[in-house]
Structures are given as structure tokens and as C-alpha cells.
């Protein structure tokens, strides 16, 4: 398993590798003719502008970047080439030739030196073996190379240096001392200089790993991390403000600490991956978990007034696209976006399957927002975590208690036998209940009612309301709220404008603590609450425009058990002309103040 904490180390590795196999020596090359090493380039220089990744100027259908059509039949039957058979090699006939079929043309002013053509005719003679770009083929042990001095290594990659060294006659420097060593680890490792301290400390240490042990000093220093974190903040945009238009400072912190505490932890390179490109997507995903896919919340945002939404929700999946290639996949991507590829086995299908994944983010084109855009999530610190812990645990004591001493109280004072059949209670028809405070968008000016000519199922009025995106109007603080008993069911009936209708409807209902009781009609545009569960559940299709329609929602399956209270009621929709009439429960505990107890209603449901 890859961790984080070798990230820089596996990198040098590999690229010393890679060195090591293209520095062979020109007797090792004329020995054996090597793709990569001999042919591409050549290929590139010489042969690419006319028969290679661009249709729009390649001539006579010939690809020579590509192995299928470079030794495929031609449309005039020959085949440029034939592995092991340079006379039946068109490749070698043209770039051999003495007239006007040269190749490449004289006019293009680049000509192979001999040296190329050699080589070529070398590489097919010896069947043209065909590899794939250097950066998508496995990395392969290289043998270390002969130096002057086998002593002088220390670990593999001395070798392919002190053999560098040799080549140029260049001598290696002597050994830094200790203190040096110190200083030059700890700049390496932590950004930061040694204390005096710990120089001495490393100075005096005669034992055999002592540099070793300063090793792992520095990497236990939460210093390592935030070293280790600038070139990824770098990568993540972390430093970026809004951009567009309006260009506001923006709060990423937490992401910031995320990935400095990955680091010193020495998380998995794989979990640090996927939690950053989809933290919030993971099954329960945790706070810090959320955090992480912070990594994508860093492109620029805009809110300008004549803007175009749909352009910008582009440009913001188009960055995190071309980021994901270039931080996770070490390649540019970016050229996909309008058409396939030239340079790279990327076609423009590949890059809008990853855009399609990316798609799904639920944001705003323009987001309205002069700092933090949406979606975002309110994250506390731990001790304001374990504060919030503490004062939940209260809460539910003290809820449990009042309960209890209610209970007492009705129990022993007179009140109606309750109803033998459930009964349709209306709690809201021509006016809200005694004592409610409307709130929500319909603030400033009150609840919102309709009258006849427009729609009306019962009494006098109807309520209404008009949206162009997310609105609500609500009420809470009732004198007499309802009681929840066993069965019951909450019960709302709705006109939708069929010139004007709404993408989604919502009802929710405060228990007193809350409004984590929801059902929805229609599509999943309003994002409160956790989809599929009490606190967002799905009841269905939009109902019918033109008509009342009554909705019935079960109140056990938003989580209203029997003894919970309801006073607050909110109609919510999401654009559109909506009107609203006779909310209320089908129940058989009694409700209102002819019931009440104690400015109460009843709240021991048996």
C-alpha cells in the first residue's frame, strides 16, 4: 500500500528509472533498436505532421503514430511497414529515395539525417517492435549500471548517479557533515531549520542509524504535514479566491487542515484519493470524510447578474475534470473537452463520461453567495462537537422529564373520553390556529390567502403561494399544537396551477426541536434533510394540476411517534403557482382547545 508520507521518494524512484532506461549507451542502441528511445522521436519530428494525430492535415490516410494503420494495408496495396522486410516497406522505400517521392518532401525542411534513416531500417529489420508511450507502461527494475567505484554507493540510485558522473568525468562531492545533513533534512522535511538542539543531538549520535532516527523524528513533527500540504494545496486551487466577476475571499480552512493531518497521519495514497474526489459520497460518511471532497469545492465561482447559470455550471464541471486528470492521472485532459485526443489515448467520449460524473454535483450556476457558494455544511470544531454532544444528552433529559411531569398532570386532571372511530381534524382552514407566528417568505407580509374567483375547497380562503425557485410559508407556536397518536396520519390539500406548475412540493412539520419531518411530491430539488429517510421522504409524483388533490402522510414514517407534538406547519414548494386548503391529521386522539389540558392538548396517547 502506497502512503502518502513516500509519495516523494517513489516519484524520484521512478523517474530515475526512467532515466536509467534512456541513457543507455549508443552501442547498447545499435545493438538493439528500442521504440521509445530510437523511433518516436524521429517519427515525431520528421513523419507526425503529415501522417499523424491530425485528420484535419493528414494526407493519404496514413497514420504513423499508430501501429494498426502504420503496418495496415494502404488504399494503393502497399503497406508502409512490414516487420523483418525493409524492401517491402514502404517507409523505407520513401525515405530512401532519390526523386520527387522523398519523404519526407523537400519542402517541408525537415530531412532525416543518415543517421535516422540507419536507424529506422535497423528498427524494421529487426520486426519493428511497437510500444506504448513511456508514461502509460509499467515500470520495470532497471539493472544497475557498472561504475568506477563500487564502493562509493549506498543504496540503487547511487549507482545510476556516480555512472552519470563517470560519463562526464565529474568526481562526486565529498560527504556533507552532520550538521549539514541536519539542516538540509529538516529544510526537506519540514519546511523549517533544525533547532540547535536537535543539531547537536544528531552530531553527537555516533550509532550506526542515527540518520535514520532523524528521519523518523521529522516525519513524526506535525511540521512534516504542512510541509508535505503546500504543493498539494497548490494542486487542490487552495489558494484561489472566487475569480469571476466579484472576486471574494472564501473560507477552505478546514479542507486545508484535513490535508495537513493526512499527511501526518500517513493515510493510504488510495483512501486519500477516493475521500477527496468523493468523501461525501462514501456510505455514513464521516464530518471529516465530507471535509475531504473539499478538494473539489475550490474552482471558481461567480454570481455577476447577467451571467448565464447553465454556462457556469459548465466551466465549474470542466475544472474539476481537467483537475482530476492532472492531479490524479499525471496527464493533461483538457484538450477532450472539444474534440479527441491528439497527443493522448483520450477521446472527447472519455472526457464527458468523467464529466457526466462530476454533473451530479447540486449547485448553482450562480450562487448568490459573496463568500462560501453553495452546497456547503456548517462543520464545528471538536470541542464545539463534543459541546453540541453534551447539550443533545441534556436536552433529551430535560424533553423526557417535561414529559413525564406532563403526563402526570393530564392523567390526574378531568378530560373527554377520546373519540371511538379516527376523525378528520382540520387544524388550518380560513385562518392559522390561535397564537401562530407566520415566518418563512411569507414574513413581510403575513400569511398568504386567496379568494374566490381563485381556487377554494373549503370555507372562505384558500392559502397560496408563487415561487420562481425554493419558497415556503410556515407557522409555529400554536396555543393548542396537535398530538400525535398511534395510526395517525397528517392530511393537506393542494390546487397546482397547471399554467404555472412547481418542480416539487414539500410539507414539513416542527415537533418543537425541529423541522426533520418532511414529504415531498414531484422532483428532488429541495435539499433539506437526508433524501429517503424521515427527514426527506419521497411520496411520489407531482399530483395533478387543475384539481384539488388531497395528500395524506403517514406521520410514523417522518418520524412523528405517538405523544410528539406538531406545532409548526410549513407548505414548501420549488417554482411555481400552489395553492393550499384544509391542513390537518386524520386521527382518534382529541385535538384543540376543546380538548386541552393545561394549554396543552393531550399528550399521553394510550
Known amino acids: ?16 528509472a526512467a532515466l536509467a532506461r534512456g541513457g543507455s ?21 520528421h513523419c507526425y505532421a503529415c501522417h499523424g494525430p491530425d485528420q484535419a492535415k493528414r494526407q493519404a490516410g496514413l ?52 543517421e535516422h534513416v540507419a536507424r529506422l531500417k535497423s528498427w524494421v529489420e529487426q520486426g519493428a517492435k511497437w510500444k506504448g508511450h513511456w508514461s502509460y507502461l509499467p515500470i520495470e527494475p532497471a539493472a544497475l549500471p557498472a561504475v568506477s567505484d563500487s564502493a562509493w554507493p549506498r543504496t540503487p540510485i547511487d549507482y545510476f548517479i556516480l555512472e552519470r558522473l563517470d560519463r562526464d568525468g565529474v568526481k562526486p562531492s565529498p560527504p556533507a557533515d552532520k550538521a549539514t545533513l541536519a539542516r538540509r533534512l529538516s529544510f526537506d522535511l519540514t519546511g523549517l531549520p533544525p533547532s540547535p538542539a536537535d543539531v547537536e543531538s544528531f552530531v553527537a549520535d555516533h550509532s550506526s542509524d542515527a540518520y535514520e532516527r532523524l528521519v ?36 477552505m480552512w478546514r479542507y486545508r487542515e484535513w490535508v495537513i493531518g493526512a499527511f501526518n497521519r500517513n493515510l493510504p495514497f488510495d483512501q486519500f484519493t477516493t475521500e477527496q474526489i468523493a468523501g461525501d459520497l462514501l456510505p455514513a460518511a464521516t464530518l471529516d470524510q465530507k471535509i475531504a471532497s473539499g478538494f473539489h469545492r475550490n474552482v471558481m465561482v461567480n454570481f455577476e447578474g447577467g451571467a448565464d447559470p447553465a454556462e457556469y455550471l459548465t466551466k465549474y464541471v470542466v475544472d474539476r475534470v481537467t483537475t482530476t486528470a492532472t492531479v490524479f492521472l499525471g496527464s493533461t485532459l483538457a484538450c477532450a473537452e472539444c474534440h479527441d485526443h491528439k497527443y493522448d489515448p483520450f477521446t472527447q467520449r472519455d472526457f464527458y463520461q468523467l464529466y457526466a460524473y462530476f454533473n451530479n454535483v447540486p449547485e448553482q450556476g450562480l450562487d448568490g453567495q459573496k463568500e462560501n457558494p453553495k452546497p456547503s455544511m456548517k462543520v464545528p470544531s471538536p470541542e464545539q462537537l463534543e459541546r453540541m454532544q453534551a447539550l443533545r444528552s441534556q436536552t433529551t433529559e430535560l424533553e423526557e422529564r417535561v414529559r413525564g ?46 379568494a374566490s374567483p381563485e381556487p377554494v375547497l373549503q370555507g372562505r380562503r384558500a392559502s397560496v403561494g408563487t415561487a420562481s425557485e425554493r419558497s415556503q410559508h410556515l407557522f409555529t ?91 409548526g406547519w410549513s407548505c414548501t414548494q420549488f417554482g411555481g403557482h400552489v395553492y393550499w386548503d384544509r391542513l390537518g391529521m386524520v386521527t382518534s386522539t382529541p385535538q384543540g382547545p376543546e380538548n386541552a389540558v393545561d394549554q396543552g392538548a393531550w399528550v399521553v396517547v394510550e
Not at 1 to 16: E, G, H, Y
Not at 242 to 251: C, K, M, S
Not at 406 to 423: G, H, I, M, N, Q
Not at 439 to 447: E, I, M, P, T, V
Request: a negative charge; aromatic letters at 8%; charged letters at 25%.
Open 25 to 45: 549507451s549508443t552501442a547498447e542502441a545499435a545493438d538493439e533498436i528500442d521504440y521509445n528511445r530510437d523511433v518516436r522521436q524521429i517519427l515525431s519530428d
Open 216 to 251: 523518523d523524528r521529522l516525519l513524526a513533527s506535525p511540521r512534516y504535514g504542512e510541509r508535505m500540504a503546500q504543493r498539494w494545496l497548490d494542486l487542490a486551487r487552495y489558494a484561489d479566491t472566487n475569480g469571476y466577476h466579484i472576486d471574494n475571499h472564501r473560507d
Open 477 to 567: 407556536g400554536p396555543k393548542y399544537p396537535l398530538v400525535i397518536g398511534a395510526g395517525d396520519k397528517l392530511v393537506a390539500h393542494v390546487f397546482i396551477d397547471p399554467a404555472n406548475t412547481p418542480a416539487e412540493i414539500m410539507l414539513q412539520f416542527n415537533d418543537g426541536s425541529g423541522w426533520e419531518h418532511r414529504a415531498y411530491w414531484g422532483e428532488n430539488k429541495i435539499d433539506w434533510g437526508s433524501e429517503g429517510g424521515p427527514s426527506r421522504l419521497a411520496m411520489g409524483a407531482l399530483p395533478a394540476a387543475g384539481q384539488w388533490v388531497r395528500l395524506e402522510v403517514d406521520a410514523a414514517a417522518i418520524n412523528l411517534q405517538p405523544g410528539s407534538i406538531v406545532d
Open 1 to 16: 500500500m502506497i502512503c502518502v508520507s513516500r509519495w516523494a521518494a517513489i516519484a524520484s524512484l521512478t523517474i530515475l
Open 63 to 114: 497514420r504513423l503514430d499508430r501501429e494498426d494503420s502504420a503496418k495496415s494495408e494502404l488504399e494503393s496495396g502497399s503497406r508502409a511497414i512490414v516487420p523483418g522486410d525493409t524492401s517491402a516497406s514502404e517507409l523505407i522505400a520513401r525515405i530512401t529515395a532519390t526523386d520527387d517521392s522523398v519523404m519526407p518532401p523537400a519542402e517541408g525542411g525537415k530531412p532525416l539525417k543518415p
Open 405 to 450: 411531569e406532563l403526563a402526570k398532570t393530564r392523567l390526574d386532571a378531568p378530560r373527554p373520553s377520546p373519540p371511538s372511530e379516527p376523525y378528520e381534524y382540520t387544524w388550518v382552514d380560513d385562518e392559522l390556529p390561535a397564537g401562530s407566528s407566520p415566518d418563512g417568505d411569507a414574513k413581510k407580509k403575513g400569511w398568504s390567502w386567496a
